[in-house]
């Protein structure tokens, strides 16, 4: 397996592109509800899989909310494409060798125990799904998991939503689930977690439908409607002006 490791220098190289990358992508990205985490605790993150951008979302909740070490599994194959990734906290994992998956797991649990206020990412559906394939599916691996970690240590679910509404580029809405302790979580069903986290995205959804946005953690670029509006109220001023 490729193991992580966390360089300042990557981390502000990266740091600038993925700010650039993200604001002109997305019109912006919200954070639904105020979530809290203890510092000197360290937390399992579980976020679902539904877009290309998501390692990258958890990266911008670094930035703003976290502010700590952050560190994510990706599948080997891919990380031995991005061999740079490795080098700002992220490591493989080979799903189709049992001796890797077991390593991979080791090295996640050593992870989160070496340091009092890390956070380790994994995506537990494995695999790149829409969001309307339904119910929400976790591979078995997340159970051995918690049944191995220190009892300590935080388990929180994330739900992502991508969403396009009234500007050209989509908005991206985060809601976190109810902080967890390992202990607690450790022998739950599989079938549990995976109905937890539909209803975290049900919940999420509603909210957006409702008109909810939440706090804005990065704005970005102004996009083709905005523009014309504010051309319209330009426009609009002159013409005021000139009568």
């Not at 992502?160 to 976190?176: H, K, M, N």
Request: hydrophobic content about 40%; glycine content about 6%; some cysteine.
């Amino acid at each position: 397996m490729i193991k992580a490791r966390i360089s300042p220098f990557h981390e502000m190289i990266f740091k600038a592109y993925i700010l650039r990358l993200m604001k002109r992508n997305f019109n912006g990205i919200y954070l639904v509800g105020e979530p809290f985490f203890p510092k000197e605790q360290s937390l399992l993150l579980l976020p679902n899989h539904s877009t290309w951008w998501d390692g990258f979302i958890v990266f911008i909740l670094k930035i703003y909310l976290f502010h700590r070490p952050v560190y994510l599994m990706m599948l080997e194959e891919q990380l031995r494409r991005n061999r740079f990734f490795s080098h700002i906290g992220v490591y493989s994992i080979n799903p189709k060798s049992l001796l890797g998956n077991r390593e991979s797991l080791q090295y996640t649990i050593e992870l989160l125990s070496s340091q009092q206020n890390s956070i380790v990412c994994l995506f537990p559906q494995g695999e790149l799904l829409p969001w309307s394939v339904q119910p929400i599916q976790y591979k078995r691996g997340l159970e051995l998991l918690l049944k191995k970690l220190p009892p300590d240590i935080s388990v929180c679910q994330l739900a992502i939503r991508c969403e396009y509404l009234a500007a050209q580029r989509a908005d991206i809405f985060i809601q976190l689930g109810p902080l967890q302790s390992a202990e607690e979580c450790s022998g739950r069903p599989r079938e549990i977690w995976e109905r937890n986290h539909q209803q975290l995205l049900s919940e999420l959804s509603f909210k957006i439908a409702s008109g909810e946005k939440g706090r804005l953690l990065l704005a970005g670029k102004r996009s083709i409607n905005e523009s014309f509006e504010l051309l319209r109220s330009k426009l609009g001023l002159i013409h005021e002006r000139n009568q």
